[in-house]
């Protein structure tokens, strides 16, 4: 049940995902899914019936993400459950709540981010950005993997950045606290990269798709953390250029559903950009994710036992 790709009213790079397919009986997990991107993805899935997790840090958002999107889709299984995503604990303290109330899960979308312009370090010593849209989605997708197996066409959707072009990912450190810089952003969605790559490697065995996707560049809350000059530019300058955030929707909803999806994929405006000049040729180092993969495995222990 694949979908058609319209892109139709919509300028170059604007696409719109079009697909009738059904979430009856289907359980989908979205990790900040009160706002922006993720909160418009939520509303599409809500749309087709599914029973709709939403993954956020704030209670007082979440609740009001979940009241909105009933009332807009009339969908009564959508359900807010609380996921900081940054923390460890959080994270497996969530897992373990889906797996008490769930039968299994079909689709996560690893979809909350952060960008710092200062030095933000978690509870648990990690660098916040890191911590936020590396770490998180890396143990919250091992803790689930078991749940999505149950599904006929499990999935893994990791949101990440054309920024990743501009990251560099030393396996042997991933970056603990000690290593902030500004451009931390880049290589925390390069780290993701790499990942989905060595994750999709890992489940080929299996009936899960994972896949990467850069949403486009849009206007939502992601530059809050920057100075005023640059949200300024931003926000009025750019405006014209960028998506909205439902057009940023539109791939993660391609990857959420469609047939067509390659595991391990890079995708963005709905198409497979992998080999494209777009995509780091670091993505395709097989070493370097096996060992960023063992050095995640070890902070993360080293957390587990404070
Ligand atoms: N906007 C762009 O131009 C752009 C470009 C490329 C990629 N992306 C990617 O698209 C995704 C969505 O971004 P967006 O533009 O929609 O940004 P956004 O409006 O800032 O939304 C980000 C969401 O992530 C949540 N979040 C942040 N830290 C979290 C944590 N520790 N635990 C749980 N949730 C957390 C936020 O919750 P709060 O509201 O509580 O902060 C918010 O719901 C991100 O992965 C981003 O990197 C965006």
Redesign the pocket.
């Known amino acids: 049940m694949g979908g058609a790709l319209s892109r139709t009213g919509l300028s170059s790079g604007k696409s719109k995902y079009h697909s009738s397919k059904s979430l009856t009986g289907k359980t989908v997990i979205i990790?900040?899914?009160?706002?922006?991107?993720?909160?418009?993805t939520a509303v599409d899935l809500a749309k087709r019936n599914g029973r709709i997790i939403l993954?956020?840090?704030?209670d007082e958002?979440?609740e009001a993400?979940k009241s909105r999107i009933i009332q807009l889709t009339g969908n009564k299984s959508v359900v807010f459950r609380h996921?900081?995503?940054?923390?460890m604990s959080?994270v497996r303290s969530f897992a373990d709540i889906v797996r008490k109330e769930e039968k299994g899960v079909d689709i996560l979308i690893?979809?909350?981010?952060?960008?710092n312009w200062n030095e933000v370090v978690t509870p648990e010593g990690l660098e916040?950005t890191f911590?936020?849209?590396y770490y998180?989605p890396f143990l919250l997708s091992k803790l689930l993997i078991d749940m999505l197996e149950k599904s006929s066409e499990g999935r893994i959707v990791n949101?990440?950045?054309?920024?990743s072009l501009g990251g560099s990912v030393d396996g042997d450190t991933v970056w603990v606290h000690k290593g902030f810089t500004r451009g931390g952003?880049n290589d925390s969605?390069l780290a993701l990269l790499l990942f989905t790559k060595e994750l999709a490697r890992r489940t080929a065995h299996t009936n899960i798709l994972v896949s990467y996707v850069?949403?486009?560049?849009?206007?939502?809350?992601?530059?809050?953390n920057l100075p005023w000059i640059l949200q300024f530019i931003?926000t009025f300058v750019m405006r014209p250029f960028?998506?909205t955030?439902l057009e940023?929707a539109q791939s993660?909803l391609f990857c959420a559903l469609d047939d067509a999806i390659q595991t391990g994929g890079y995708y963005m405006d709905c198409s497979l950009y992998d080999h494209s000049k777009w995509v780091p040729n670091s993505a395709y180092d097989k070493e370097l994710s096996k060992k960023l993969w063992r050095t995640t495995e070890r902070i993360i222990t080293e957390i587990d036992s404070g």
Request: net charge positive; aromatic share 6%.
């Open positions: 990790t900040g899914a009160n706002t922006g991107i993720g909160f418009q993954a956020c840090r704030n958002k979440g993400a996921l900081d995503v940054s923390l959080s690893n979809n909350a981010a952060v960008v916040e911590a936020t849209n998180g949101v990440g950045s054309i920024a952003y969605k850069h949403p486009g560049t849009v206007t939502s809350e992601l530059f809050r931003i960028l998506k955030p940023g993660i």
